[in-house]
């Protein structure tokens, strides 16, 4: 980062942290609001619950006075209690008291000491009265907060995604959007490069005056420039006429030329950078695409749990396999369907494909929240799959429609940063919600959600777009030639579908299921899967940066060992939950696994361009990198198919280990067979030449 | 257009701090129902237990499972035990009542719901299910073998725990929305103090462009105006001497 793009970050960041501060203090605010009425309310049902208990140890004394037994004889009261306590968490005081001596007693003593925080009941003995002494832990509240503390959190990290796309939304990037336009154009203009001078509506304030002020001395170069030059054009027949005319002709020409070149005087007024331009490149579609992909993620920490709700029907299918299926028919038809959504979407444009894709979504997800039968949730979710491309191609689309070479990585980087943000979001929310209302209401929510998303593309995406070249279709035959390549189909089957198979398996599928067996919900499995895509988003440009930095300092290609790591360590996080880890075994493995995503995914993509740039030139490269993602979106749908039937013939653990085991191996596969380093495209090309 | 930047910060402040009011409030609303729901179940699961243990008791002293006789005046006793409940069933494996506290529903066969409830249960695993209003927890009655004869049925209203749940939303609702109105207002004026600092800056940057100096800290964007401006003027100088070179003699004629 430049000195003078990071002059003015601290304004950025101190309002990042005034949404932190003033969104943590309002969720604070509220818990403590709510800690004073649980604490009303709870507590008294939960001394209810405690004379309950206590009616079970009524009636064990009950049996000691009908066989005549000393109470203090009686066997097996410790052992009641113990599992008491066990059973009731919140219960941390029981004793059984003659003379006020305690004859049988567990725990924690000091919360039997505590005002209305007890309950006694007298018990019919032999001898003495006996009393029946129950204590409610005073703390129990305060730690159904600290158990509550984790979703807090998530609100708080979801809240600021949101917040983001928020500002974005309201203020087209914000008045910092104004700001770094200015910037930009300061910048170019103390360099000498009145062309590189930009404006924009959206500045307001001071930052509106300056590039008001900048716009209008460059305009009065250009309009200087101008009327120089049609002077000099008027003047320029006559030069043949007098000698001093050509000779100032001449001079005035040369001084023109050399002014023109020296500070790239521009020859149209300044342009305005509008709604879309390279540092918002997505502009209008952003805010509807991550409403859709967000109201798409609701459903992934739940998903498996609701289909095996559903009646089968008919159909004897394995419980796992009925699990995984609403997975693997949504990824399919995603695979499936891509490669010939893209030229469909550039002809019947992007903001109709968009609200084609919103609206089928939208009803996809409502009429999953009514789905009666797993066959009826099948259909609906090949529907989802099919409205999740087309919405897809037409967001992806519109970046490309709206990017140049120059400004295409930072687009598709901010297109794949809404994905992550809205993964980031999605699952934990919908967990959550699915926790509270159940996961049919959680579908009616994304429903709405996605009509949301629909009728923002409505008002916001410009209706016409200026046609573009056709990007040439992938056919049946490119597919052939492409893997007839060996490193390609390598790549393909060593690294990118073991990748996918993994991911998908894991996070969509294994992980969820796992949660729920150990006894969590579903916003536990939700909150385990964020950590992917946070894991994600911060890892992919850490990992971008470190490659760059080894290509420039070392001058090698480190592609092939960041993949392979990848692997390695995405193979190390199945195996890992041979451990007896629990819960927390499955987290590290979420962990792991997107950190080894973040390290290989980038690398991977780039050495598609390597391994088959031959290939490249003959078929385009938009065609070897159609094969690519559709081998690699089948990786996706085959990824539960096989956990499922490792989970129902092996089991959880195994199923795990297998697929990391398999991984692991496909890694060092993958290490072996490129080690020798790939000759990179552009080198390539050149030794053609 | 100072006025539209205060009305997107106060959007933008309304909506981050209500989305965050309102999912905080949702998920506390779920928590204290779920608590409130878990505290009775787990009363209703003890009382369940305890009418099965008797009834596992008579089977292990030979007595068959329809032939109880004890079982009506045991059931009646328990109920009176807990507010709470409703009724106290003991049903056979096909769901029909074999002793309840309420005589009429003797003989027939329980609520559709609880069947299914019944059936989809882990075998030998307390199940529970609700119907509306009415909710029933249950624990599975087995002989020696560990064969699951029947079910001890624990019926209860959901009346008591909807209003407790209810009141507690009003509660929220009504607090959380001062919150939201406290938060938004606390957001927006930390925005409009970094909004004026920002400005400040800018009105530095204004003069040091308009007046072409600024003190000389390199990579300062005051300096860069300052060069902006510099660099304009040479512009302007250079595209003069031009206007010169051609004046000298005829003018931009």
Known sequence: MSAHQASLRGYRLAALGAVILAVSASILACAALAYSAFERELRPEALRKAETVGHVVDALADKAMRFQLPLEKLPGVNDLFDSLEKQNPEITWMAIRVDDKPIFARGQEAHAKIAGGRVELPLITMGDPAVLEIAVDPAWVARLFRDMALDMGVILLVSLVISMELAIYLTGAGDFRGVAVLQNALHAAASGNFRGVTTTDSARGEARTLLAALASAVDTLAMKRALLAAAIARRWPRRHADAGERERLRAALARLRAATREYALPTAPVPDVGRVDASNVLGAMRAPFFLFLFSEDLSRSFLPLYAGSLPVGPFAIPVHLVVSLPISIFMLIVALSQPTLGTWSERVGRRRAFLAGGLMGAAAHLASAGAGSLSELLVLRAIAGFAWAVAFVAAQGFVIDHTDRATRTRGLATFVGIIMAASICGPPMGGLLADGVGPRWTFAIAGLLATGATLLAWRDLPRALAARRAVRQVRPRDYAAALANPRFAALLALAAIPAKVIVIAFCFYLVPLYVAESGHNAAMAGRIIMLYSVMMVLGVPITTEVVERIQRTRHTQPHVAFVAGGLVVSGFAGLLMLMPLGLWGATALVFLLGIAQAMSIAPQSAMVADVSAADMNRLGESAIYGVYRLIERLGNAMGPVIAAFLLQVFGFHTAFAAIGATVLVCGIAFYATFRNGVEPAADRKEARA | ?253
């Open chain 2, 1 to 253: 257009m100072l006025k539209e930047t205060t009305r997107s910060q106060l959007w933008l402040s309304a909506w981050v701090i209500g989305f965050s009011v309102a999912m905080a409030c949702l998920l506390l609303g779920f928590k204290h129902r779920a608590a409130l729901d878990g505290l009775q179940r787990a009363r209703l699961l003890l009382v369940a237990t305890e009418t099965r243990e008797v009834v596992e008791r008579n089977l292990t002293f030979g007595i068959a499972f329809t032939d109880i006789a004890t079982l009506p005046d045991v059931l009646a006793s328990t109920r009176n035990t807990e507010p709470l409940i409703a009724g106290i069933d003991v049903v056979d494996g096909g769901g029909k009542v074999i002793y309840s506290t309420d005589p009429p529903r003797r003989g027939h066969p329980m609520e559709m719901e609880w069947r299914d409830a019944m059936h989809h249960s882990a075998a030998g695993e307390p199940w529970h299910a609700r119907d509306g209003a009415d909710a029933v927890q249950a624990a599975p009655v087995r002989n020696a073998f560990g064969l699951t004869l029947g079910h001890a049925v624990v019926r209860y209203r959901l009346d008591a725990l909807n209003k407790a749940s209810a009141q507690f939303v009003r509660y929220l609702a009504l607090y959380g929305l001062a919150v939201a109105a406290g938060g938004t207002l606390a957001l927006f004026l930390m925005l409009r103090w970094v909004q004026a600092r920002l400005e400040r800056r800018l009105a530095r940057l204004n003069a040091a462009f308009e007046s072409g100096v600024a003190e000389p800290r390199p990579g300062s964007l005051a300096l860069e105006a300052a060069s902006a401006r510099a660099r304009v003027d040479d512009a302007r100088h250079a595209l003069e001497a031009a206007e010169q070179a051609l004046d000298a003699a005829g003018g931009m004629r």
